[in-house]
Structure formats: C-alpha cells, structure tokens
C-alpha cells in the first residue's frame, strides 16, 4: 500500500498545507496568527507529523527516512516530495479538507484532537476507538 502513496524519488514542492490550516492551529492554541510570517513554532512538526500517521499504516517513518538532512539533523526537503501525485497527494488533500473543517467546529485543541480521534484515528496505534453503539457526546461548546 505504501507504494502507491510514496515516491520513490523526490517530486517538486507544492505547498499542501494551507494558510488556512495555519490559521486554525494557531488560534485552537490560542497564539496571534500573522499569515505574513513563515516562521512556524518548532510544535507544528508535532502537529502534522501527527496527521500523517492518520494518512495511512506506515507513511510517516516511511516519508521521514527519504527526507535529506542538513548536518544539523534538520530537513532540507519536504514530506510531501515524496507523495505520488496519484494517491499520496489527492488523499491527503482530501483528508486536510475533512481536518479544516474539524478545526473549524473545535474549540481548543484538546476538543480538536479528540474529534480527530474520532473522524481519523491512527492508523498504526494500538488505542484505535472501537464502534460502540453509545458513543459519549462531547458537551455544547460555550
């Protein structure tokens, strides 16, 4: 399955991870947003590495060890470079669609994680939810 989400050779950069997405990290962390600023706090990487392991069994350790590194350990290229415009790319477009939308009816970060818990859970964790028929429902946001 991996195969037919990731390259096996580097792939020019398209921004997938949109102002919009940013917008809504910063204020479920409750942080100023200036979309004139690319500077990120180092705490988004947690973030969308976080997404990824949501993507599909395996893609997240697979993608990081195809990114080059500088000899500070830092990344010189982007994950995305290596999604396949056929799978990779289109699903976690789709799949940032359904995130933004969640961003959007969440209150705070925590509310976030949890509806994502829910809509896209990991896919290579041991604590996947089960489909109980009684899900408890979260409260009305104030």
Request: hydrophobic share 35%; aromatic share 10%.
């Amino acid at each position: 399955m991996l195969e037919e989400y990731v390259t096996k050779d580097r792939l020019p950069w398209v921004q997938m991870f949109d102002t919009d997405f940013y917008r809504q990290v910063f204020r479920l962390n409750k942080w100023a947003f200036d979309p004139e600023k690319t500077a990120r706090p180092s705490v988004l990487g947690h973030w969308t590495n976080n997404i990824y392991d949501r993507l599909a069994p395996g893609i997240r350790p697979t993608l990081h060890a195809k990114v080059r590194r500088n000899a500070a350990g830092r990344p010189t290229e982007k994950l995305t470079q290596y999604l396949t415009p056929e799978e990779g790319k289109p699903r976690l477009k789709e799949m940032l669609e359904g995130v933004k939308a969640i961003m959007r009816l969440s209150q705070d970060k925590h509310d976030f994680w949890e509806k994502m818990d829910i809509a896209y859970p990991k896919l290579n964790d041991a604590n996947l939810l089960l489909p109980f028929e009684e899900l408890p429902r979260l409260g009305k946001p104030k």
